[in-house]
């Protein structure tokens, strides 16, 4: 394995451990209520109102795309 993969390889696994430690963290907010609010309206109404709509994960990506 060359030292170009086994750094990718390695920042891979540090930045899992970091999603991970995140989601446990947040996990835990949400189960013992703190820091967790209800979602803004405008929020939930875009969710409700893009419910049910199909998705291709497969297909391409039309317009502008921020990062």
């Known amino acids: 394995m060359s030292h170009v993969w086994k750094g990718a390889l390695l920042e891979?696994?540090?930045n899992e451990s970091g999603v991970t430690?995140?989601?446990r963290s947040l996990e835990a907010d949400i189960r013992t209520g703190r820091r967790v609010r209800?979602?803004?309206d405008d929020l939930v109404c875009?969710?409700?109102?893009?419910?049910?709509?199909g998705v291709s994960l497969?297909?391409?990506?039309e317009g502008s795309v921020v990062l």
């Open 12 to 14: 891979m696994q540090e």
């Open 21 to 23: 430690a995140f989601l």
């Open 38 to 40: 209800p979602l803004p």
């Open 46 to 53: 875009a969710m409700l109102a893009n419910a049910g709509h």
């Open 58 to 61: 497969d297909g391409d990506i």
